[in-house]
């Protein structure tokens, strides 16, 4: 006992776990950690019976679920039999334990909205690393006033050709985008947006500093609001609700 007095604390090692999307956790967890372990690919070294909480998260996924375990085997970034990574053993999977976790899994592949929100994915261009972060966690911080539970996936990209590029590989349900921005000026993105087809009907709220002129060079270009900075989050969640119909929104 005197020697477990000594000994410090410890805690867990977390280990974050990100999935594409809800049926991808679900499937991981019907071929695997519903079986009381798994397997993680992960360059970090842990010992045998390091303590471990794996960290489960998806786009859309309320809250991410923790699950807490223990290595009981490790393979080295080294070895040549395979992908380095860790065996893990969940604690805490006794009857009653996997009955409610398979509650929680039954209720996320059914969507419930206790445990899956709507997803709206945002590209946001600006090139000030300042704004960018309170526009997102600003809007993060406000989801609840969509009256929808709403979660928000951010791309960001401070150049213009970066943001034009995203938008032809990913789909977004609105893009907020500065007018000056380095490469290629925010109203050649969205006039660049406009001409395709496929992205011609994008929501777009421009954004800047430079006044008037700034303003009708956003709106020529095809721009369906424009916020002067500095501006209000009240403002830019107005204009979000606005443009997008949170109710149609989708993983």
Known sequence: MGDDRRRPQRDPIVLVVDYDGADDLVGDYVENLST???????DRELEPHTAVELVLAFPGLMQPIRLAGVVRWARPPSSVDGDPGVAIEFTGMDEGGRAELDEVFAAIERRDPRY????????LAEDNPHMARLIRDGLSSSAAQFGERVVFEFCESADGREALALCRAYRFHVAIID???????GASVIRELRSDPGLCKLPIIAVSAGGPLARQAALDAGADLFLGKPMRLRQVVDSMRQL??????HG
Request: proline letters at 4%.
């Open 36 to 42: 009381g372990g798994t397997f993680v690919r992960t």
């Open 244 to 249: 997008v119909d949170v109710g149609r929104t």
């Open 179 to 185: 007018i000056y921005l380095p490469s290629l000026d």
């Open 116 to 123: 899956v929100g709507k997803l709206l994915r945002v590209l």
